[in-house]
């Protein structure tokens, strides 16, 4: 993905049955990417936010399987919130985007999709490194909101 790909919102598949809904998520399908890691939040304490960081290179999906968050996004520039509540819903981020997340209900369970496995050396954890290297990409490839 480069960086030019958009912030989004994704819907997966819900099939309903009286028993429960159920939803799934095949990489390179419902997601645009190969899915090379997941991991989940959960457990997060009031008032508490999670993120403040961005990636080069992996892109991610975010979703709220249960509870709710609020998810801000910037290129730099531009900022963008998204509320999670549906957990047949997702929210890609690009790589190059910042993300902050915040406003976790309580009992919130947050599950991301990862294009990449874990890399240190692939995250930006200082908001002023973070527009540094925004300010240093092509012109082509800085606005990504």
């Given amino acids: 993905m480069n960086r030019l790909t ?3 919102e994704i819907e997966f598949p819900k099939i309903c049955d009286p028993r429960g809904n159920l939803s799934f998520i095949e990489g390179s399908r419902h997601v645009p990417f190969p899915i090379k890691r997941v991991f989940y939040i ?6 508490e936010t999670r993120g403040a960081h961005a990636h080069r290179q992996c892109a991610e999906v975010l979703i709220a399987v249960a509870g709710s968050l609020e998810v801000r ?10 509320r ?4 047949n ?7 190059g985007t910042w993300r902050t997340m915040h406003d976790f209900t309580t009992g919130t369970v ?7 496995e874990y890399e240190e050396e692939d995250y930006i954890r200082d908001y002023e490194d973070f527009e540094r290297y925004v300010a240093a990409l092509p012109e082509d490839q ?3 909101l």
């Fill in 142 to 144: 800085k606005a990504i």
């Fill in 110 to 116: 947050v599950v991301a999709i990862c294009s990449r």
């Fill in 73 to 82: 996004l910037t290129d730099g520039k531009k900022e963008v919130s998204y």
């Fill in 84 to 87: 999670l509540n549906r957990s």
């Fill in 6 to 8: 958009k912030a989004a």
């Fill in 89 to 95: 819903r997702g929210l890609l981020i690009p790589p």
């Fill in 42 to 47: 959960y457990d997060v304490p009031g008032g």
